[in-house]
C-alpha cells in the first residue's frame, strides 16, 4: 500500500491530470507514453521535477549516491581529475540537490563547474546551496572541453513502451481512462523494435531520447569524456527471455512500484538504461567507449578504499557512517552491481582509472 498523499499535492496531480486530459482529447483519446512521461515529470509547475515537493533524502522519495554523504563523490573526483586538463571545465546534468556538485568543486577547485538544470525548482536549490562555487547554463553549449556528468540523469529520460504481440509489434501509449492501450508501431520506432529479438508476447522500452541525447553531446564534445552513472544493463540483458514485462519503474516516498498512473506529478517514474544502445549512439556519433563497469569495480579502481582511509577507524563515530555509505555504494545486494558506469569521450587516452580492471566494454 502507497502512502495517501496530502491535500495540496491531490489537487497539484488533479491539476496535471486536466493537462494530460486535454492533451488527450486533442490527440484522438491517445497519446505515446513518451509524452505523457514528459508531462508526468517536466510539464513545468506541475510535472514532478518541475514541482515543489521534495524528492531526494529521507524527505523525498528515494536517494542517490551522492545523497549518502560525500565518499562517492570524493572517489569520483579521482576520475575527473585523470581526465580534466588545464582550462577544461566540468559539466554536470541534473545536480539533483547539488550534493555532488557541492563535494566534488571541494575536492577539486575545478576552474569552472557548469550545471545544466531543467527544473527550475531544483535550479533554485542548487544555487541556494552553492552560490558562486558553480555556474548555471540555460543549453548546451555548442563546443565543449572537458569532463560532462550525468549521474542518474538517464534514467528519467522519456522513453517508448512497446509491446511484442502475435499481430505485430504494438506500441504502448495512454489513453482517456488513463490506462495502457496499444497501436501499431512505426517509423523509427518500428524499425528499432524489429533489430531487437524478444519471445512473444513481451514488453519493453526503447529510450529513442537517450540515444539522441547521447549524438547531440557527441557533436558538442571537442575534447574530454561523459561519463554516465545510472542502473541498467547491456542491451542482450535489458531484453532478457524472462524479462517480459519491461523495465518501467515509479519511486514515491522510498517505495518502489510499478503503476506509472499514479497520481501523475507526484512520483517519479524511471527506466532502466540501455546501455549498450548508449554506447551504439556514442560510437555513431565519433566518440570513443572508454570504459564501462559495474559501479562497485569502478569505485575499487578509483580508490574508494584510500578515500575511505582518510578517517580515523578508532573514530567510531565518524568511521561508522562513512563505513555504511561504502557498503551501500559497493554491495552488490544494493548499488554495486545493478548501477553502471559508461565512459565516452574523444581525444583520451586509455585505460581509464576508473576500468583499469573489470572492464566490460565489451560485453556492449
Known amino acids: 500500500m502507497l502512502p495517501e498523499p496530502e491535500a495540496d499535492a491531490l489537487a497539484a496531480s488533479a491539476m496535471l491530470l486536466e493537462r494530460i486530459r486535454a492533451e488527450l482529447t486533442a490527440g484522438g483519446n491517445w497519446i505515446g507514453f513518451p509524452r505523457y512521461m514528459e508531462l508526468a515529470l517536466y510539464e513545468?509547475?506541475?510535472?514532478?521535477?518541475?514541482?515543489?515537493?521534495?524528492?531526494?533524502?529521507?524527505?523525498?522519495?528515494?536517494?542517490t549516491a551522492p545523497e549518502l554523504g560525500t565518499l562517492f563523490a570524493q572517489t569520483l573526483a579521482r576520475q575527473v581529475a585523470e581526465l580534466l586538463q588545464p582550462g577544461e571545465a566540468i559539466l554536470e546534468f541534473g545536480a539533483g540537490s547539488g550534493a555532488l556538485a557541492e563535494a566534488l568543486v571541494a575536492e577539486l577547485s575545478p576552474e569552472n563547474y557548469l550545471i545544466l538544470e531543467t527544473s527550475a525548482e531544483l535550479r533554485a536549490r542548487q544555487e541556494a546551496r552553492l552560490g558562486k562555487r558553480a555556474r548555471w547554463i540555460d543549453r548546451l553549449p555548442e563546443r565543449f572541453r572537458g569532463v560532462m556528468l550525468a549521474n542518474e540523469v538517464a534514467d528519467a529520460m522519456p522513453v517508448h513502451a512497446l509491446a511484442w504481440r502475435a499481430n505485430g509489434i504494438m506500441e504502448r501509449g495512454v489513453n482517456d481512462k488513463l490506462a495502457w492501450a496499444e497501436r501499431p508501431a512505426s517509423g523509427e520506432l518500428l524499425a528499432a523494435a524489429r533489430r531487437i529479438e524478444v519471445p512473444v508476447p513481451y514488453a519493453s522500452e526503447i529510450g529513442l531520447v537517450g540515444r539522441a541525447w547521447m549524438k547531440l553531446l557527441a557533436a558538442r564534445l571537442e575534447r574530454g569524456a561523459l561519463l554516465v552513472i545510472d542502473y541498467g544493463f547491456p542491451q542482450r540483458e535489458y531484453y532478457?527471455?524472462?524479462?517480459?514485462?519491461?523495465?518501467?519503474?515509479?519511486?514515491?516516498?522510498?517505495?518502489?512500484?510499478?503503476?506509472?498512473?499514479?497520481?501523475?506529478?507526484?512520483?517519479?517514474?524511471?527506466?532502466?538504461?540501455?546501455?549498450?544502445?548508449?554506447?551504439?549512439?556514442?560510437?555513431?556519433?565519433?566518440?570513443?567507449?572508454?570504459g564501462y563497469a559495474n559501479q562497485a569495480r569502478f569505485l575499487v579502481n578509483c580508490g574508494i578504499t584510500e578515500v575511505l582511509g582518510r578517517e580515523d577507524a578508532s573514530d567510531v563515530a565518524r568511521y561508522a557512517p562513512r563505513a555504511a555509505e561504502a557498503q551501500k555504494l559497493l554491495s552488490p545486494a544494493e548499488m554495486g552491481e545493478l548501477f553502471k558506469v559508461l565512459a565516452v569521450g574523444r581525444g583520451v587516452q586509455r585505460p581509464l582509472l576508473g576500468f583499469a580492471r573489470g572492464d566490460r566494454s565489451h560485453t556492449l
Open 240 to 290: 532478457h527471455p524472462q524479462r517480459t514485462m519491461g523495465t518501467l519503474m515509479c519511486h514515491y516516498r522510498h517505495r518502489s512500484h510499478g503503476d506509472v498512473f499514479f497520481h501523475p506529478g507526484l512520483q517519479d517514474i524511471t527506466a532502466h538504461v540501455d546501455f549498450s544502445a548508449l554506447a551504439q549512439a556514442a560510437r555513431e556519433g565519433g566518440l570513443e567507449v572508454l
Open 44 to 63: 513545468p509547475g506541475l510535472g514532478y521535477y518541475a514541482g515543489g515537493s521534495p524528492k531526494l533524502g529521507a524527505p523525498g522519495d528515494f536517494a
